[in-house]
């Protein structure tokens, strides 16, 4: 059995609180197929510009996606491709 680590714990309990929002776990799923804009997450969600960029930073937080910044709009992708894994475990176990 491996030590408990409470630390590590909080981390991964963090990851996965901030998959856990309807708005959040969309985001993530259309990052699946290319990086997108603020913009277009604001456009498509309806959202005020705040509010989405509240969303990302949780994410971004989280280590689940990063940004980069092209000219005068960021766009955000996929921190790492294994979260895909996640995702399609979700989507199978559902």
Request: contains cysteine.
């Amino acid at each position: 059995m491996e030590p408990f680590d409470k630390q590590v714990l909080q981390k991964q309990v963090f990851f996965f609180k901030a998959l856990a929002h309807p708005t959040r776990l969309w985001i993530v799923r259309q990052l699946r197929e290319r990086d997108h804009s603020v913009h277009e997450f604001v456009e498509a969600v309806g959202d005020d510009f705040s509010t989405i960029s509240k969303h990302l930073h949780i994410l971004k937080e989280a280590h689940i996606v990063a940004d980069d910044k092209k000219g005068t709009a960021v766009y955000y992708r996929l921190s790492h491709p294994c979260i895909l894994s996640v995702l399609n475990c979700m989507e199978e176990t559902l």
